[in-house]
């Protein structure tokens, strides 16, 4: 069986993970070409990466004849028309997570993956590919919690003094539709995708005051309402003094799972003047490495075996649906009903 | 200077605690009187207990001029009359929590508490004095981990397979004012005090459907937004498998604290087939028993010595303001302004 | 059932935790008399303590009529005669481990309670009353681990920066003795009560030079063969960096069990600059505060009621021939039979 | 720069791993070929690794002249032999740990390997390769915890109720030399090339009798001491409960490092009717995947860029002498000078 020929746009920092990824390290794939409009990035891509063809236009990329499938790792409010202009040119799609941050966008997206039923659209739901989360899904299905009700998940970066993220707040989405929506995803994963009735919101600018400018926070809560009664409480942060803390929490009537209580950053323990310690893992770079790398094998896995990921549009669509639900229920400070 | 003379109603489980702790390990105290309406409690007090006087009626007990303060471990329903009570027969009064189920009859024990300056009254809102949750004030007060700006508090009990709780929901005010009172306290404590503006609540029923009868839940959650952007995330549940889990985080802009991550039992690690492991709390006994002497010694220390205890009766009425918003909140699905 | 009535000797710092705990914390005890040569210690007692008898000499404590009991927190060199004048002095005795850092003093004492077996003699391995490693001795007898085969334990200090401990090293019988007594009293209560066949011991000066001049090691280690094939291995610091950190562990056919891993100081965790981390205990005052209580406790109710310790004179100089044996192992640098 | 053609000797189980690695997961790599004497061996291989040429003598394997090193990882009898061929071939060589159970052999090898200075020997202790163990290493030499003056360690092995081990018990050089070698080399890594002066060691069958036969032991303990009082306090195990349990704690005069005290199988924690608990890796393959990776790239490393890895055959001699040492005093029951 021959390799899938990639073809990735967007090689920023997380960008250049996946880029290293395909060339490297996923038996199967082939990192065939590379588009960035960035010349520096291009430039990087010629350095370190096997031999590729550079592009500096997305649509010259979907020209290539060469290319098998496109891997999106570009601007969120660029991922819909680039899927659907990848689907008309007949390549699978990998694209980074969120899917959009427009409701109406996710639909045409999904309309058009209709028309190319033979063609793969998967968006990159990470944590759902990491050993210990997919551990914990496994455990909930054989029922090792009872029925699962309730689930805590958050997902917490590590402050950044400069603020840095600040000048990109306006286009992200905010912070529940730019962090949340991982905690989203896996709270209808592991819950066994109820359908969300109700959400609430509420949140704080705990350090970063600059966020005020576009109505964005640096700290939110919000709880999910789930049909038959279950629940998803989630928190979002950007001022961690420690480092990345992604955890999540299944509960179950027999039960309670915990995935990464303790972003420990490697095995080691210190015992000193300040009491007994471990480092934590800097960023989610670190946390979910070998996640990125389990995801790329399982998109290859699936355009050459067909083997099911169990992640759909229709997933990444309710992520963002309820996502935006959250920033609306924050901004009016009411439940929103669903 | 003398002890203080306690004559205590209610012995029930916890009220024979606070017996013991009275009678044996309370250096100040002297257990001089009890009282309770079941005669097989007075029984195990005249056989378990320092020869003390023993009545039947509440009204008795305050008639005894020997005893300088009463200390109540009696129903809910109970508690407002029989502190107005004990004030206008000149005794200083502990009550377990909560101070009460209704607002009205807070206010009438405050303004009642008004007229007698001299008397004390003290709310048993024990957790403020476990040794654990001590420190995680003082490290706050000392500034460990900067400006404080959210909680996240859980009381969790072990779920009663049973469900003989079941029978006393009617009368226990609801989960969020019969488990979530302690960490609306504990919230509002660590935050310094600040005015709740706004509460939501969810809830669900897990394990226990005989609830829904007096419309309670077995599992709720809870989010309190405070005036400055504070925020409280409570969790409150009856069905835990493990033990009792009562945990509580305060974040701040340069550090979170987390008091009772891993409701150990005690310092005992077992490595067997189950993998690497702790036994865990039954019950808040065992996690406060610490607590409930050093909330006894507090309150001999404020008798004798005038030591504050930071605690005061509007700490508890606004306790109980909060439960109801948040009961309220649940009910009606939508959020509650105060 | 009349208290039993106490006379203490020795009111060092840890002779006044004793004190205070005859005084004040343990029913069927009453602090009778205290004697001290030292007169700052005299004092102490008559401000802090109930009113009590004082006396300067040991002798004259002896000729209390009042006393049931003595209670001996005094220097090691000191036990042997002590417990002896005391047994013909028809008294109880308490007494501080270890016995004495001499197996012919051990016989002697052992002796001359044979000539009294109305009179009850502990020593005070407290560490057998903690919680924890009640815990663990109970699932080990219990069979939670199968047949326990081997123990790992070890007596870490806090490094005292001022080497004070320096000073008393040579009347200490050094770190094996003055420490690893009580690993080796644990380890053969937990396998079980087997015969020493054998020891070998190693050790080092980290950090306190002036330890040279009496030949003693701030750092050691030895193992132990028992009988049957049963092994210990011990390590006692006086450098720790973080805490007093006191640990053991049983490791079994069908399981391991370990007490004190992480000596943490209590339940709060801090997550900030530094990492993930908990305090730590900063000596066995605080670690073992509640055994030096259930110890007592154990004590009285041997006295009142009959109730076994487990605890023996043998034991005690077992301990110490032990300790002895690894002593002389690491002097001559080869094993020593036993 | 071209790949490092590798043909690889031994496909058992730990065998295919490496394989697997050289062919697809170490960029610079590239298997082509393979040998071992067991036809269903080399079926795997065909089946299972891209297209190489397959050997069934070792012989012939050397006589490719399109390899440029070989990888063994065959008995530990043919090591020596093995690899001095293969040097006399003109290949470069890995090879798994243990160099040799004889010292002479050891000798042999580095003799033959001083005439081809051109030539790499790397022998594989892979946990000198591990993420955490490289991160204590680093941190020890940038003076975290001191000067570290102990080195406790520890190789213990899940238990095979089936004690399949036994059969190979004989040519393993028993306990010591087949797992405390690598604790051996750990301990030499982490203190900085000590020389050792002494060692003492202790064991006993908890389980397997079969091994009474070869004289060999499933649980055994040993100490080490260098040069300038510098201690290692080494365990091996083949019967625990839970799982592979490797751990490694450094000591210093300023703190002390642990890897792995906890020997988690991954970030989920549980809490149910056992408490709260992890699962904990099975074997050596899952908690050492990671670094049988690293081992890999290093050496390929080495190989094209000429990066020293820090291992050399004096240190893979200087654990055999140590083992074997610490085999003789087991034996003897007493110390044995080196």
Same mark, same amino acid.
């Given at each position: 069986m021959s390799a899938v020929r990639f073809g990735i746009a967007g090689l920023g920092r997380l960008g250049r993970r996946h880029a290293e990824n395909l060339a490297w390290r996923v038996p199967g794939a082939q990192l065939v070409a590379a588009c960035s409009p960035v010349a520096e990035e291009r430039e990087w891509a010629s350095s370190n990466l096997p031999a590729l063809s550079l592009y500096a236009d997305y649509d010259e990329l979907l020209t290539d004849a060469s290319i098998d499938a496109v891997w999106l790792v570009t601007p969120t409010s660029l991922h819909a028309s680039q899927i659907i202009a990848a689907l008309r040119a007949g390549k699978h799609v990998f694209?980074?997570?969120?899917? *959009? #941050?427009?409701?109406a966008e996710c639909d045409a997206v999904i309309d058009e993956h209709a028309r190319h039923p033979h063609l793969h659209v998967m968006i990159g739901f990470v944590r759902r590919f990491d050993a210990s989360y997919r551990d914990a899904f496994d455990s909930v299905a054989n029922g090792a919690i009872g029925r699962p009700f309730m689930v805590r998940s958050q997902t917490c970066d590590k402050n950044d003094p400069d603020g840095f993220f600040v000048r990109f707040a306006p286009t *992200?989405?905010? #912070?529940?539709?730019?962090? *949340?929506?991982?905690d989203i995803d896996l709270a209808r994963w592991l819950l066994g995708n109820p359908r969300a009735k109700r959400v609430y919101a509420s949140g704080t600018i705990a350090i970063h005051d600059g966020l005020r400018a576009c109505n964005d926070?640096?700290?939110?809560?919000?709880?999910i309402e789930f049909e038959?009664?279950?629940l998803a409480v989630l928190y979002a942060s950007r001022t961690m003094a420690h480092g990345h803390d992604t955890q999540t929490e299944v509960i179950g009537t027999a039960g309670a799972l915990a995935v990464g209580r303790n972003p420990r950053a490697n095995r080691v323990e210190i015992a000193d003047v300040h009491g007994m310690r471990n480092a934590c893992t800097?960023? %989610? %770079?670190?946390? %979910?490495?070998?996640? %990125?790398?389990r995801e790329a094998q399982a998109f290859v896995a699936l355009l050459r075996d067909g083997k099911p990921t169990g992640l759909t549009l229709d997933d990444a669509r309710e992520a963002t649906r309820i996502g935006i639900a959250m920033r609306r229920a924050y901004e009016e400070g009411g439940a929103v009903e669903l």
């Open positions: 694209c980074e997570k969120p899917l *959009s #941050l427009d409701l *992200s989405g905010g #912070l529940f539709l730019d962090c *949340s929506v991982h926070i640096d700290n939110g809560v919000g709880t038959d009664g279950r800097p960023t %989610f %770079f670190e946390r %979910f490495e070998d996640a %990125f790398l």
